[in-house]
């Protein structure tokens, strides 16, 4: 059963399925329905005993798929120390995917992984429609589904060849716009975000319908690019309909 898990999980590898580093990006891939064939840990038990504790509704889906290998073996297939990893198949998202009626998140060419997972899950938890980008970070590196604790299988979040493949109108982030406070968002907005350098490129600015800024103490020179995503977010949700679910599962 070992042998057989850790022979599946080289070859899903070497076809390109995406690494789930840690519980928690596991554990929303599984809740929002991606094909997670093999869950590997160096400690079985834990895992379900924090499944049971974090997540219940996924105790008997990790009891199904999850293998005990022992830590050496972990180490080389997960490359971290987090107790538990996966391999699941990127989800197939399109343009096509997006619900134009919640804000759609457009990055100008972003560089960090971090930062860019970061941004998928602030998006996930306020409702955004999606996260789109241009510029060659890959939203499926590992480095940023463990930012975005696997969220990018909870709405589309895809590469696009330019900010004209978007429609809608275009709000961006920038420090010459106007003051953000107050501004009501159109339905379908796609609002656009710099790169952490070089903010907004010609070519944003240019399609933007609207510049914005957010306020910001005399001194700072900017938010973290998943921070100003919330700020904005957050701004729009507090204007939207209620919620239809319960708030704060984990």
Do not use: C, I
């Not at 538990?84 to 989800?91: G, K, N």
């Not at 970061?118 to 938890?125: D, F, H, L, M, S």
């Not at 890959?138 to 060849?161: S, T």
């Amino acid at each position: 059963m070992v042998s057989q898990s850790v022979e599946q999980w080289e070859r899903l590898r070497a076809e390109g399925a995406v690494l789930l580093d840690g519980f928690h990006p596991v554990k929303h891939a599984l809740r929002f329905g991606a094909t997670v064939p093999v869950v590997v840990t160096p400690d079985r038990a834990a895992v379900l005993s924090l499944a049971a504790a974090l997540a219940p509704d996924l105790v008997t889906a990790l009891d199904e798929r999850a293998t005990e290998v022992d830590a050496a073996t972990f180490d080389r297939l997960s490359g971290h120390r987090t107790g538990v990893a996966a391999l699941a198949q990127p989800a197939a998202w399109t343009l096509g995917s997006v619900a134009q009626a919640a804000p759609l998140v457009f990055l100008d060419d972003p560089r960090h992984l971090g930062n860019y997972g970061a941004v998928v899950r602030v998006a996930a938890g306020l409702g955004a429609a999606g996260v789109v980008s241009t510029g060659t970070v890959d939203p499926w590196h590992p480095a940023v589904v463990r930012g975005a604790a696997g969220l990018q299988f909870a709405l589309p979040v895809l590469r696009v060849p330019s900010v004209d493949a978007v429609p809608g109108p275009l709000v961006a982030l920038d420090a010459a716009g106007r003051d953000a406070r107050g501004f009501a968002l159109p339905d379908g907005a796609v609002l656009a975000f710099g790169s952490e350098r070089r903010g907004l490129s010609p070519q944003v600015r240019a399609r933007a319908d609207e510049l914005l800024a957010l306020p910001m103490r005399p001194g700072v020179a900017s938010y973290n690019l998943a921070s100003a995503v919330a700020m904005v977010l957050y701004q729009w949700l507090l204007g939207a309909a209620p919620p239809a679910q319960p708030v704060g599962q984990a």
